[in-house]
């Protein structure tokens, strides 16, 4: 099956440029996401990203797709505080029709 | 972009009872998930609501453990029965027809002591 890893931890100062990674194993996945989850509540969609794409930018958020490497990458621009959460990757076969979740990584921004 | 209420958002429960989550959408979507969180761990698909069938569930998770409604294309129930403090989770509903569309509920963060 599909696994999917992230770090666990990112810290940065505010102001500054945050690089989420993320990779993944089956190569024929079509769909990738990143999900945003702040403390108490449940998952916020931010961006998703088609395989065919290498780039994807929506205001502050950049995402990079490396399909040779199976590598993802969310970029936050202007990194404030309000942008600390637990970002997860997620990725969409559509051999087994269903999205499978990294481990989730821990942003957290320093004034 | 759907809106979806989860009911409870928490629950305290004693070991050996069941909790019925509900997970009602403002509009009709054909594909509900249901999804557990465990204390400081990734989502992991519970099962796929379907309505008028059965619901499909993924390796690791049974209907007697984990039964799941769907009378409708709005409203989906996940109960998690005979409860034990390792099924101390957040459960997430999900819904989306494309693959573009993954929403999630807000979650049911459950305790059971």
């Given at each position: 099956g599909e696994d999917v890893e992230q770090s666990l931890f990112l810290s940065v100062r505010e102001g500054d440029s945050s690089v989420i990674n993320c990779t993944y194993t089956d190569?024929?996945?079509t769909y990738l996401y990143w999900y945003k989850q702040e403390p108490g509540a449940g998952l916020q969609l931010l961006t998703y990203i088609f395989s065919n794409m290498d780039m994807k930018q929506d205001q502050r958020l950049t995402v990079l797709l490396n399909k040779k490497d199976k590598h993802l990458s969310l970029r936050i621009a202007?990194?404030?505080?309000?942008?600390s959460a637990i970002y997860f990757c997620a990725v969409f076969t559509g051999g087994g029709n269903k999205l499978t979740f990294g481990t989730g990584t821990q942003l957290k921004v320093e004034l | 972009s759907a809106v979806i209420s989860q009911k409870p958002s928490r629950d305290i429960c004693q070991r050996g009872t069941s909790l019925t989550i509900q997970c009602q959408v403002d509009s009709q979507v054909t594909m509900m998930f249901w999804y557990r969180q465990q204390p400081g761990q990734s989502l992991t698909l519970i099962a796929t609501a379907n309505q008028g069938s059965e619901a499909t569930y993924e390796s690791g998770f049974v209907i007697d453990k984990f039964p799941i409604s769907r009378p409708n294309l709005t409203f989906s129930t996940l109960t998690v029965s005979?409860?034990?403090?390792?099924?101390s989770s957040i459960y997430l509903c999900s819904v989306g027809d494309r693959v573009t569309e993954a929403f999630f509920g807000q979650g049911t963060r459950l305790t059971v002591v």
């Open positions: 190569s024929s996945s202007d990194t404030q505080t309000g942008d | 005979n409860m034990s403090p390792e099924d």
